[in-house]
């Protein structure tokens, strides 16, 4: 299976990163509904991960970590299989929380990510090199390449 994984490289130090993130994730022209959560409801997910950097005092660095997961244009794959996919990589990260929808306003399905890099469970902060590394080894075992 060909497939692209990529951290998106802005810088989220803002106030308002999460919710404009958050909005371009949820957009309707972008996906047909399919937006799921992990650790957090995905209506309420802005205010859950704000709750959570407040709780262990993070107000410095980057308020999310936003990466994308690309299939090829050739592949034969639907939107609810791209779903399923995202929910069982969202999953992977245990002690985070995350929001994720599928877009298919390109020539190829993707799914966007939106991690709080805050952990829920200890205040333990995870970098874009660690969640690069542990979505290209979940990709690798999803999609045995």
Do not use: W
């Given at each position: 299976m060909q497939y692209h994984t990529k951290i998106v490289k802005n810088t989220y130090k803002d106030d308002l990163a999460l919710n404009n993130v958050y909005k371009?994730?949820?957009?309707?022209?972008?996906?047909?509904?399919?937006?799921?959560?992990?650790?957090?409801?995905?209506?309420?997910?802005?205010s859950m991960m704000e709750l959570i950097q407040q709780l262990y005092f993070f107000d410095y660095g980057d308020k999310l970590i936003h990466f994308i997961l690309s299939f090829s244009p050739e592949m034969i794959i639907d939107e609810n299989e791209v779903f399923q996919y995202a929910m069982v990589i969202a999953s992977s990260f245990t002690d985070h929380q995350m929001v994720y929808s599928v877009h298919n306003d390109k020539d190829h399905l993707h799914i966007h990510f939106m991690l709080n890099p805050v952990s829920f469970k200890n205040g333990n902060i995870i970098g874009q090199a660690e969640v690069k590394r542990h979505l290209d080894e979940k990709c690798k075992i999803l999609f045995r390449a």
């Amino acid at each position: 299976m060909q497939y692209h994984t990529k951290i998106v490289k802005n810088t989220y130090k803002d106030d308002l990163a999460l919710n404009n993130v958050y909005k371009y994730i949820t957009d309707k022209n972008k996906t047909d509904g399919l937006i799921g959560g992990h650790n957090v409801i995905p209506d309420n997910a802005v205010s859950m991960m704000e709750l959570i950097q407040q709780l262990y005092f993070f107000d410095y660095g980057d308020k999310l970590i936003h990466f994308i997961l690309s299939f090829s244009p050739e592949m034969i794959i639907d939107e609810n299989e791209v779903f399923q996919y995202a929910m069982v990589i969202a999953s992977s990260f245990t002690d985070h929380q995350m929001v994720y929808s599928v877009h298919n306003d390109k020539d190829h399905l993707h799914i966007h990510f939106m991690l709080n890099p805050v952990s829920f469970k200890n205040g333990n902060i995870i970098g874009q090199a660690e969640v690069k590394r542990h979505l290209d080894e979940k990709c690798k075992i999803l999609f045995r390449a």
